[in-house]
């Protein structure tokens, strides 16, 4: 076995493989960029070297290895795991690549080639295509519509968008071929018929040097958005018996058909229609996936020292007939994106945290209190995963879970995976790729409903205005004239507060021990906050009584902005970011609908100016691509009318919320 590995990755990933390294004996060596200078893998390795330029620095992360005196380079997922010259380069370097060979990669990298290697081995494959040097368009129109645009190279549906129509094509054949560019370095294109609505299943496989090769069972990957899984699950309730020793043969022959060797997963398109099941090739990942730890939950096996031990030479130490599954395991992904903003990445600095723990648990994680989520890398931040005898079983307990995750600072979705969590379908395994965004459908038409937009509740609100105004002491009514204080609120022992971006007025008489609340005017009675103490440097606990019911929340606020932000975690996984709202803020600052103000919809950098100052633009016509984490958002026009301002410029950096452009409406 090595002694010494290095790890070309960051993150969750790199903590994980740190883990397995650290069990084994070996000693771990990290990469870093300077944004991960103090993250969390750089801390737990035994030892961390710096890339001047990041980690897709070929020549850097090489030359790390060989200073640092490291034998093999684990990629991980991500960066640089399915880059044939690396591994041809780490090779040349006297490095072991804990990977397939660089053949391999290549066959399966391209998804062309891949399809056409498979199906010579027999194992069936999405109908119709497009074959290399094609005309896109042509090929479209002789597929029939809808279709489905991807890069050829990569993964991860980054690039992936459904095409309805040959008006639709021109626009996401450009999209998809940018981020082609950026995410992968290759912008060639494949175009295939769009599958409505099926399963993604997918086949973990197993092929050491001496001839051996064994697929571990499925995993169920269905629960998607923007062709990203958030919840996976092995096995698949779909599945029976024959049917997964089907596709676990198909899987293995793909595997040979490219002479690989190492951990790799098979990925499958299923059917969604009622009758016998049938399944199709995708593309196979030549590397760990993410959802690997459903996997090892119910086989009981280490895939990250398999991969090691068949890197250093070593055969499989068991064959087909001795693979077991037990149980069932879901893994949910934690990702720093609002749901309410149709899945954006989102940012900050994480102020307080608490990961779930306990029996059938596991937390993967790179998460550390005080640590930047900028807008550099894949918005994924950690993966919760339960296990349970039965699928029932180990739902309730990743529910369970993620309910005791509290991560502050920064905008999540684990509100949103508890939620989807409960959905009926989902309980039943009745699954497809299309079930998460039929379920954020049917929430926002139940909320359209009310007329009225999703509110805090009063409680909420209630100690949010305690909290602040424990902070800010007992008022005097000696300083009517402070900016921060609503002008027809201040009296003797009295303040108060508009707190969240509703505006919502909220009223504390009395002192914080014993204080009467008022929340839009309507008294919910007497009210007593008990502070806790602080268990980090940003964040603390705090019981709230309000109308004789005591919850527990766990807040925290940004040192640097005390006054700007407080953000409050309930028992359930609901997360609230609640501020205060400053008198005299003009319309710009706090928006409405049609103020002819764009904003961006997320940290990240502006990629294309569509129009410039003085364009007549019409509502709905795009202005500026933004771009984040490899994720494209197209900023259109509010309102017919003037481009009257422009504030962007391509390359440019810039925050969530910021006003971009303006458009001054036009009358006919």
């Not at 939620?419 to 459908?441: F, I």
């Not at 204080?515 to 705090?542: C, D, F, K, T, W």
């Not at 006054?563 to 706090?590: F, K, N, V």
Request: hydrophobic share 45%; with cysteine; proline share 6%.
């Amino acid at each position: 076995m090595f002694a010494s590995v290095l790890i070309a990755n960051r993150g969750e990933i790199a903590v994980r493989i740190i883990r397995t390294l650290r069990a084994m004996g070996v000693r771990s060596v990290a990469v870093h960029s300077d944004a991960d200078r103090d993250a969390r893998h750089v801390r737990e390795a035994d030892l961390a070297v710096r890339l001047e330029r990041g980690y897709l620095d070929i020549d850097a992360v090489i030359g790390a290895a060989r200073a640092a005196g490291a034998e093999a380079v684990h990629p991980g997922y991500g960066f640089l795991a399915e880059n044939a010259e690396f591994a041809r380069r780490c090779a040349a370097a006297g490095l072991v690549f804990v990977g397939p060979p660089a053949e391999a990669i290549e066959a399966m990298g391209d998804k062309i080639r891949a399809k056409e290697t498979v199906s010579r081995a027999g194992v069936p494959v999405v109908p119709g295509g497009a074959e290399p040097g094609d005309d896109l368009v042509e090929a479209a129109t002789r597929i029939g519509f809808p279709v489905l645009v991807k890069p050829s190279a990569g993964g991860g549906g980054k690039g992936m968008l459904p095409v309805w129509s040959a008006g639709e094509l021109p626009a996401a054949l450009e999209s998809a071929r940018r981020t082609a560019l950026a995410a992968f370095g290759d912008g060639t294109l494949l175009i295939e018929r769009l599958v409505e609505r099926p399963r993604h299943i997918e086949i973990q496989v197993l092929a050491d040097g001496h001839g051996n090769a064994v697929h571990l069972g499925e995993r169920e990957c269905s629960l998607q958005r923007r062709h990203q899984k958030i919840i996976e699950e092995a096995p698949s309730p779909l599945l029976d018996e024959p049917t997964r020793r089907r596709m676990g043969a198909a899987a293995v022959e793909a595997a040979r058909a490219v002479g690989y060797v190492g951990a790799g997963t098979v990925e499958f398109i299923v059917s969604g229609r009622e009758g016998p099941i049938e399944f199709s090739f995708m593309e196979m990942n030549t590397r760990l996936q993410v959802e690997h730890p459903v996997t090892e939950m119910v086989t009981g096996l280490d895939l990250v020292e398999l991969q090691l031990r068949i890197a250093a030479g070593e055969p499989l130490p068991f064959g087909q007939d001795e693979v077991r599954l037990r149980g069932h395991a879901v893994e949910a992904r934690l990702y720093a994106e609002d749901p309410a903003r149709d899945f954006l990445p989102t940012g900050g600095r994480i102020l307080a945290l608490r990961e779930p723990a306990g029996a059938g648990v596991r937390v993967d994680s790179g998460l550390a209190e005080g640590m930047v989520v900028g807008s550099d890398y894949d918005p994924m931040l950690a993966k919760v995963a339960a296990w349970a005898p039965d699928r029932a079983g180990a739902l309730t307990a990743l529910d369970r879970a993620l309910g005791s995750t509290v991560i502050l600072g920064v905008t999540t979705n684990v509100a949103f995976l508890r939620d989807l969590l409960g959905d009926p379908r989902v309980a039943a395994g009745r699954l497809d790729t299309g079930l998460v965004e039929s379920h954020m459908a049917e929430r926002h038409a139940a909320e359209d409903l009310t007329g009225e937009p999703v509110a805090v509740a009063e409680e909420v609100l209630a100690a949010a205005a305690l909290v602040f105004q424990s902070e800010a002491g007992e008022p005097s009514g000696e300083s009517p004239g402070d900016p921060w204080d609503v002008a027809d609120g201040w009296r003797i022992g009295e303040r108060a507060w508009t707190l969240h971006r509703l505006g919502v007025p909220v009223r504390v008489r009395g002192p914080v021990d014993d204080a009467e609340i008022e929340v839009n005017g309507r008294s919910l009675g007497r009210a007593r906050l008990v502070p806790y103490a602080h268990p980090g440097p940003y964040g603390s606990e705090a019981a709230v009584t309000v109308g004789g019911v005591t919850r527990r929340y766990a807040v925290a606020r940004d040192r640097d902005a005390l006054w700007l932000g407080a953000l409050w975690h309930e028992e359930g996984g609901h997360t609230w970011r609640i501020t205060r709202a400053e008198p005299g803020r003009d319309s710009e600052a706090a928006g409405h609908a049609g103020d002819g103000v764009v904003r961006s919809p997320m940290p990240g950098t502006v990629l294309v100016v569509k129009a410039a100052e003085g364009d007549r633009v019409t509502a709905g016509q795009p202005l500026l691509i933004v771009e984040a984490m490899k994720m494209e958002h197209t900023l259109t026009a509010p309102v017919d009318g003037v481009l009257a301002e422009l504030r962007a410029r391509p390359g440019q950096s810039v925050e969530l919320d910021a006003i971009l452009a303006r458009v001054t409406a036009v009358t006919a």
